[in-house]
């Protein structure tokens, strides 16, 4: 590998023969180094690829303003997400970096940030949210800094939108839409939700990939079916409280919700109401 640009003392963009670049860091990597030379590969702790990302660039020149201690605590946080949550998009680590380094910077100078979705994030994204507040504790024992719980609630957002694949603006608006339509269903039907139940995780799962498909205007394929009229048939409550959350798309969204997606959205609805007149 051949140093090709010295991005400061611990970081260097690397290309070997005809390979794409690739960001590697360390600490001293760069240290009495130029470019041409070789890198001490016992001295490397992060490699980054570019893999034909636009966001390389932005990241080369975010990283000359990031320690380097700031950047492994994010890798560290980033891995354990992919252990907890599954595949998350490669950019979260820049976005993270990003992001946690603003917040280390407010505390800093001591301003607080509030974050006004904290709770509709903490009751729709449970998993997520129990990942940052864990994130909070690395960044507390590797760098020495404790952040305010309202930092949990925006790197929870982060890596909602590292699993929707949005942005983080889109993933807000799908974090308002979601709650607009529990509160819907909740006051339509007068049932409280039990936030720890299969049904109600599996209730707001679906939302989450509904409102995303909402707001981008995407469409499934869908055909008037005989289990439509059927479901319409056997679960009058849940279908009007569904027709109600279709309504108001159609009003404040403008999106037209289609047969199939209101007979999952009444059947997941169903389970719910189902499951408030057991617990009475």
């Given amino acids: 590998m051949k140093i090709v640009k010295i991005l400061n003392n611990n970081v260097v963009v690397v290309q070997q023969g005809s390979r794409n670049e690739q960001i590697i860091m360390g600490r001293g990597i760069a240290y009495q180094k130029r470019c041409?030379?070789?890198?001490?590969h016992s001295k490397i702790e992060k490699i980054f690829a570019r893999q034909n990302n636009p966001l390389f660039d932005h990241f080369a020149d975010l990283i000359q303003q990031?320690?380097?201690n700031v950047l492994l605590t994010c890798d560290r946080i980033v891995t354990y997400a992919r252990q907890q949550l599954g595949s998350l998009q490669e950019s979260l680590f820049i976005s993270l970096a990003d992001h946690c380094f603003g917040a280390l910077e407010r505390k800093r100078n001591g301003i607080v940030?509030?974050?006004r979705l904290l709770w509709e994030t903490q009751h729709l994204y449970p998993n997520?949210?129990?990942?940052?507040?864990?994130?909070?504790q690395i960044?507390?024992?590797r760098l020495g800094v404790s952040l305010q719980l309202d930092e949990a609630?925006?790197?929870?957002l982060h890596f909602v939108t590292a699993q929707l694949k949005g942005d983080m603006q889109e993933v807000t608006q799908v974090t308002r839409l979601m709650q607009e339509m529990l509160n819907l269903v909740k006051y339509h039907l007068c049932i409280n939700y039990d936030d720890k139940s299969f049904s109600y995780h599996r209730f707001v799962t679906h939302l989450k990939f509904f409102a995303q498909r909402c707001l981008?205007?995407?469409q499934v394929n869908s055909e008037e079916s005989e289990l439509t009229e059927t479901v319409h048939n056997q679960y009058q409550l849940a279908w009007s409280a569904a027709e109600l959350v279709g309504k108001h798309l159609s009003q404040h969204y403008q999106h037209q919700i289609q047969p199939e997606e209101l007979l999952f959205l009444t059947l997941h609805i169903e389970k719910l109401r189902k499951e408030a007149e057991l617990s009475q």
Avoid at 128 to 136: D, G, P
Avoid at 153 to 156: D, H, K, N, S, V
């Fill in 216 to 218: 981008t205007h995407t």
């Fill in 66 to 68: 990031i320690p380097l």
């Fill in 113 to 115: 940030l509030h974050n």
């Fill in 139 to 141: 960044i507390e024992r």
């Fill in 128 to 136: 997520e949210y129990q990942v940052a507040v864990v994130a909070l």
């Fill in 153 to 156: 609630g925006f790197i929870t």
């Fill in 36 to 40: 041409g030379d070789s890198i001490d």
